[in-house]
């Protein structure tokens, strides 16, 4: 079977169901996490050749393509990779996740001979819970099996414009643990008064209760600026009864005179949590950005002032890297493009790694960030003319995606702007991914890159041609 009619048979099969993505807060607190970067067991062909002892596999880098160290996985092959590793003692009766930042594009996760799940997309973290799967104190091993050929590479024409079978784990990937009562990764925005002076703080999250019982949380929030200066909050501090597994809640608070982030001055925040209960604290931070950003006409406003993008398409590809970058790329790339009078990134044609939106952040690059989609319908892929690029089984994926980008990169004051996807047929999937979009975060306006000739823009869209 060639590679042209595998991919073709798994875009035609695969159901995807729309998949909520969930991220936990991180805790800041190093010991309660545990890199798992460096050195593993790489076995590309498994089905052919079956080794008794794991030590006999080859190493592998991880993060990295696999391509790029001189390995050929056949096409369809689930290669395998494995390690073992050890947890602290201290951990134990905490929830334990794994944090997976970029696997291409389809794998699947086993922990001690037990399957943890899987995940479908090759430029997006994901995230399991794998509490009850693990040992503390002792030796553990961890296999993850990935397919590079999958709906996902298909869908954003990946291997296709990489010129090479994109494969492995691309980012960092770790495990953190948090008590048992702990909050999600939280929904942070910033909305501006009209006079562009005071704000409202908006924060939307759930705190996940694992201790069994109806128990009490109580979160407690701190804003500092640059310089470790507190910053006065007005309004809630929050007490919650968390009944069975979950809570949801929503805190507001006004700030007075927030210095504004822009690219010309990107002032930033420190944003602290605290969530207390009977299991302990859960302490983590974000880095937040004040500022408002708003499309009148065809003009762009950041606080209410109107902005001249200067911009750049952006790939994550160093010559012997490929499409997995280490910290001096990304600080790198965001300091030239800055020394050379860029403000605006457009991130072709999926999403960075969160490292490079830190820099952005810090050195003020204003960032249009797309979807790992590309090329849907589009002539430049000629598996569209065998498939229907509008087929409603595709729309599960994209929803998906919506729900990962916004939540893993929502925070990043830098982000202006969310890509759907790059140069791809409008159809009624992006009519309701639009839709989404706007319900998911209605404080970024939204792009959609469709060539709009050609008979491309088949849908007739006018409100997304870009």
């Keep these: ?9 798994l875009v035609m099969s695969l159901m995807v169901p729309g998949l909520m993505a969930q991220y936990h807060a991180v805790p800041d607190d190093p010991s309660f996490r545990l890199d798992l970067n460096g050195t593993w067991k790489f076995n590309p062909n498994p ?6 002892e794991v030590t006999t596999w080859p190493d592998i880098r991880v993060p990295g393509e696999w391509e790029m160290q001189g390995f050929q996985v056949p096409p369809g092959t689930r290669a395998v990779y494995k390690r073992e590793f ?38 997006t973290a994901f995230e399991l819970d794998v509490t009850s799967l693990l040992k503390p104190g ?9 397919i590079s050929e999958s709906m996902a590479d298909t869908l954003m024409s990946g291997s296709q414009y990489a010129a090479h079978p994109l494969g492995g784990i691309l980012r960092k990937i770790y495990l953190f643990a948090v008590p048992k009562i702990y909050m999600e990764k939280p929904v942070v925005r910033t909305i501006l008064n009209r006079d562009w002076k005071d704000a409202r703080l908006e924060i939307h999250s759930t705190i996940l209760n694992a201790v069994g019982r109806t128990a009490e949380a109580e ?6 600026d640059p310089y470790g200066l507190p910053i006065p909050l007005e309004g809630p501090e929050t007490r919650l009864n968390v009944h069975n597994k979950s809570q949801s809640f929503s805190l507001e608070f006004t700030v007075k005179e927030p210095h504004l982030w822009s690219a010309e001055r990107p002032f930033l925040y420190r944003l602290d949590f605290s969530v207390s209960s009977i299991a302990g604290d859960h302490v983590f931070s974000e880095t937040i950005g004040f500022r408002h950003i708003e499309v009148v006409g065809n003009q762009l406003f950041v606080n209410g002032s109107p902005i001249k993008l200067k911009g750049v398409n952006r790939h994550e590809i160093p010559p012997l890297l490929g499409r997995s970058l280490n910290a001096a790329w990304w600080e790198t790339d965001a300091r030239l493009f800055k020394e050379a009078n860029v403000n605006y990134i457009r991130t072709s044609h999926y999403p960075p790694g969160e ?9 003020g690059l204003y ?23 509008h087929h409603q089984r595709f729309y599960g994926y994209l929803e998906q995606l919506a729900h990962e980008t916004t939540a893993f990169y929502g925070h990043h004051p830098s982000i202006i702007i969310w890509s759907l996807a790059n140069e791809s ?14 319900e998911l975060d209605p404080t970024r306006p939204k792009s959609f890159h469709d060539q709009a000739v050609g008979g491309y823009n088949n849908f007739g869209s006018v409100d997304m041609q870009v």
Aim: glycine content about 8%.
């Design 86 to 123: 050890s947890i602290p003692e201290s951990w134990t009766g905490k929830s334990i996740f794994l944090r997976c930042d970029a696997i291409f594009s389809d794998a699947q996760v086993r922990i001690n001979g037990s399957p943890a799940g899987d995940h479908l997309g090759g430029m």
């Design 355 to 363: 490292e490079f939106l830190d820099w952005c952040d810090r050195v």
């Design 138 to 146: 002792e030796t553990n091993m961890i296999e993850i099996g990935v």
């Design 1 to 9: 079977m060639n590679f042209r009619t595998l991919t073709m048979l």
């Design 47 to 52: 089905e052919r050749v079956q080794f008794s």
């Design 367 to 389: 960032v249009e960030l797309e979807n790992p989609l590309c090329w849907v319908g589009h002539g430049a892929n000629e598996k569209w003319t065998e498939s229907d690029p």
């Design 219 to 224: 979160i407690k929030v701190r804003l500092t």
């Design 425 to 438: 047929a409008w159809g009624p999937n992006w009519a309701r991914l639009l839709d989404l979009y706007n």
